[in-house]
């Protein structure tokens, strides 16, 4: 699943997912598909993992969130959809 994310492979992401895949699972740098998603500017599968539960608060061994490393990369887009879809979880 990460290896999809990070190579923008959506329909893999999708049937991995679907499949049964953990989406917050983490490999050795502790990192997630939806960390992976953000660090490459995947934005369609950054939307598609949150959609489906991904936890975005997640952090790698460094302890960076989903949402610090597409700061840091400068992925504007991906920084207001974590954050709005964080205050929408948060209303529930």
Same mark, same amino acid.
């Given at each position: ?5 990070? *190579?923008?492979? =959506? ?12 989406? !917050? $699972?983490?490999? *050795?740098?502790? /990192?997630?598909? =939806?960390? @992976? &998603?953000? &660090?490459?500017?995947?934005? *369609?599968?950054?939307? #598609? =993992?949150?959609?489906?539960? $991904?936890? $975005?608060?997640?952090?790698?061994? #460094? !302890?960076?969130?989903? =949402?610090? @490393?597409? #700061?840091?990369?400068?992925? /504007?887009?991906?920084?207001? #959809?974590?954050?709005? $879809?964080?205050?929408?979880? !948060?209303?529930?």
């Amino acid at each position: 699943l990460l290896k999809a994310c990070e *190579r923008g492979d =959506l329909n893999m992401v999708k049937c991995l997912v679907e499949g049964g895949a953990d989406i !917050n $699972a983490q490999n *050795r740098n502790e /990192e997630t598909a =939806l960390f @992976k &998603a953000c &660090a490459k500017g995947k934005e *369609r599968i950054v939307k #598609y =993992l949150v959609d489906h539960d $991904a936890d $975005a608060s997640v952090g790698n061994m #460094y !302890n960076e969130t989903p =949402l610090v @490393k597409a #700061y840091e990369n400068g992925n /504007e887009k991906i920084v207001k #959809y974590l954050l709005k $879809a964080d205050a929408e979880k !948060n209303k529930k």
